[in-house]
């Protein structure tokens, strides 16, 4: 009976020990600890196969070639791997903290885009580095919870302009012309305009000016005769130049306004002077609404850009700064963006 007691003791403490040892390597296996959320090596596995499979990364000889300076493709991919395992985790926790959910939308993308990653790797590969479909899954929805907490502080920006964006009668106006530049400064072998020390513009001769104003005279009255304003160029030098162009209204000088004003769409216009040379347009369009719109989306867009780079700064700032300890440097060092590739 006293040996059996012993015995069952001695197993007791075996398993204690062997306890122990697991909760000592599960401590010290973590790659990264991001405002209270834990990552291990399973889970960076998970972030390598989607970031392979999104960019395309299938060549493991790439990986030595130098990709920049010194930086091999491995290194600069890794580089990357770590941004995007960063910023989904942050954006992730910031999204559950606000209590953000995905549509159904969203929910169907996931599945569609964990797809992609059994296409491409097989379940046999991933599923002998532990990784399942549902992990993959998972990963997917705080990449999109967090696309969707960014989107919603862009919202927030929207509405807190829409009232003034309401109250302004002022539409911004876009014309569109196709403008010949009879220029009178100085160009180099480039065609680009010359300026001196102070940054004033260098002009050509008071003879070579009244040369050239004579020739946008000429060549605007023949235009607006009829003449085909392709063949005129023809017999111009390689001093003017002629391009279809986007112009703000509100931006143009007064003499530009007023020659916009007056004409009809396909009309020549006379001789516009500015401090670059003499101009002659034909209006294509009067009031582009089509351009000014793609203007406005791209500025829009622009804009939500920087409210999601600002958002991404603030979280590295506050939870991705070495004294935060955020990341296990000798865990991170051992992984190889080879290993996902194989």
């Given at each position: 009976?006293?040996?059996?007691c012993?015995?069952?003791?001695?197993?007791?403490?075996?398993?204690?020990?062997?306890?122990?040892?697991?909760?000592?390597?599960?401590?010290?296996?973590?790659?990264?600890?991001?405002?209270?959320?834990?990552?291990?090596?399973?889970?960076?596995?998970?972030?390598?196969?989607?970031?392979?499979?999104?960019?395309?990364?299938?060549?493991?000889?790439?990986?030595?070639?130098?990709?920049?300076?010194?930086?091999?493709?491995?290194?600069?991919?890794?580089?990357?791997l770590?941004?995007?395992?960063?910023?989904?985790?942050?954006l992730?926790?910031?999204?559950?903290?606000?209590?953000?959910?995905?549509?159904?939308?969203?929910?169907?993308?996931?599945k569609?885009?964990?797809?992609?990653?059994?296409?491409?790797?097989?379940?046999?590969?991933?599923?002998?580095?532990?990784?399942?479909?549902?992990?993959?899954e998972?990963v997917?929805?705080?990449?999109?919870?967090?696309?969707?907490?960014?989107?919603?502080?862009?919202?927030?920006?929207?509405?807190?302009?829409?009232?003034?964006?309401?109250?302004?009668?002022?539409?911004?106006?876009?014309?569109?012309?196709?403008?010949?530049?009879?220029?009178?400064?100085?160009?180099?072998?480039?065609?680009?305009?010359?300026?001196?020390?102070?940054?004033?513009?260098?002009?050509?001769?008071?003879?070579?000016?009244?040369?050239?104003?004579?020739?946008?005279?000429e060549?605007?009255?023949?235009?607006?005769?009829?003449?085909?304003?392709?063949?005129?160029?023809?017999?111009?030098?390689?001093?003017?130049?002629?391009?279809?162009?986007?112009?703000?209204?509100?931006?143009?000088?007064?003499?530009?306004q007023?020659?916009?004003?007056q004409?009809?769409?396909?009309?020549?216009?006379?001789?516009?002077?500015?401090?670059?040379?003499?101009?002659?347009?034909?209006?294509?369009?009067?009031?582009?609404?089509?351009?000014?719109?793609?203007?406005?989306?791209?500025?829009?867009?622009?804009?939500?850009?920087s409210?999601?780079?600002?958002?991404?700064?603030?979280?590295?700032?506050?939870?991705?700064?070495?004294?935060?300890?955020?990341?296990?440097?000798?865990?991170?060092?051992?992984?190889?963006?080879k290993?996902?590739?194989?």
């Amino acid at each position: 009976m006293g040996k059996l007691c012993k015995r069952i003791l001695s197993i007791g403490l075996c398993l204690v020990m062997v306890l122990g040892l697991a909760a000592c390597n599960s401590k010290d296996d973590w790659i990264f600890s991001l405002n209270g959320e834990m990552l291990y090596d399973k889970d960076v596995a998970i972030f390598a196969y989607i970031y392979a499979t999104e960019y395309n990364v299938n060549s493991v000889e790439q990986l030595d070639e130098v990709y920049e300076d010194t930086m091999t493709y491995g290194e600069y991919y890794k580089q990357q791997l770590e941004k995007d395992i960063i910023s989904t985790v942050l954006l992730y926790k910031e999204a559950e903290k606000n209590k953000i959910k995905l549509s159904d939308e969203e929910k169907q993308e996931m599945k569609v885009r964990t797809k992609k990653v059994l296409e491409r790797f097989g379940v046999d590969i991933l599923e002998g580095r532990g990784v399942s479909e549902s992990d993959i899954e998972r990963v997917y929805e705080k990449k999109l919870l967090g696309d969707s907490y960014l989107d919603s502080l862009s919202e927030d920006g929207k509405n807190e302009n829409a009232s003034s964006t309401l109250d302004s009668d002022k539409q911004e106006r876009y014309v569109k012309v196709y403008q010949v530049t009879f220029p009178i400064v100085q160009l180099d072998e480039d065609g680009m305009v010359q300026s001196d020390a102070e940054g004033n513009l260098k002009k050509v001769s008071r003879a070579e000016i009244e040369e050239k104003e004579t020739e946008a005279m000429e060549f605007s009255e023949r235009a607006q005769q009829g003449e085909d304003i392709e063949a005129l160029l023809e017999d111009c030098d390689e001093t003017v130049t002629a391009i279809e162009k986007y112009l703000k209204y509100e931006d143009l000088e007064k003499e530009y306004q007023a020659e916009v004003d007056q004409l009809s769409v396909g009309e020549v216009s006379d001789v516009i002077e500015s401090d670059y040379g003499y101009y002659v347009i034909r209006l294509l369009e009067k009031n582009d609404n089509n351009y000014a719109e793609t203007i406005e989306k791209h500025e829009q867009q622009s804009e939500d850009l920087s409210i999601k780079e600002a958002e991404v700064d603030r979280l590295y700032s506050d939870y991705a700064q070495p004294n935060r300890e955020y990341k296990n440097v000798s865990g991170w060092s051992n992984i190889n963006i080879k290993n996902y590739l194989n």
